[in-house]
């Protein structure tokens, strides 16, 4: 199956983004949309752009992108927390968390 999408992963714009974020495009260039972090839900979602139009293998695929990188960001927090490191800039500075034994 030809892929007609592909994801580019952007740049941070700063250190307060601790999420990725990725520009959704056609194997011709058009951007489609932005797949990025939804709080509310907890998982990646996708923000088409204004007036685009999708079929089913397209946002299967863009179905499956958004799981496995939910999937992905949950295992990668989950290693941070056993590190010590909750999300906040303080605890970057802080020395890691060692539990009793």
Excluded: N
């Excluded at 979602?45 to 293998?57: A, R």
Aim: proline share 5%; aromatic share 12%.
């Amino acid at each position: 199956m030809p892929d007609y999408i592909q994801f580019v992963e952007l740049s941070r714009e700063s250190p307060e983004h601790r999420t990725r974020r990725w520009m959704v495009v056609s194997v011709d260039g058009a951007m489609l949309g932005t797949v990025k972090w939804y709080t509310a839900s907890r998982r990646y979602g996708f923000w088409p752009k204004e007036d685009t139009v999708f079929e089913c293998v397209c946002l299967r695929r863009i179905a499956l992108f958004c799981e496995v990188q939910t999937d992905q960001r949950k295992l990668d927090r989950a290693e941070e927390k056993r590190a010590g490191y909750f999300g906040r800039k303080q605890d970057k500075e802080a020395v890691p968390h060692v539990p009793h034994l």
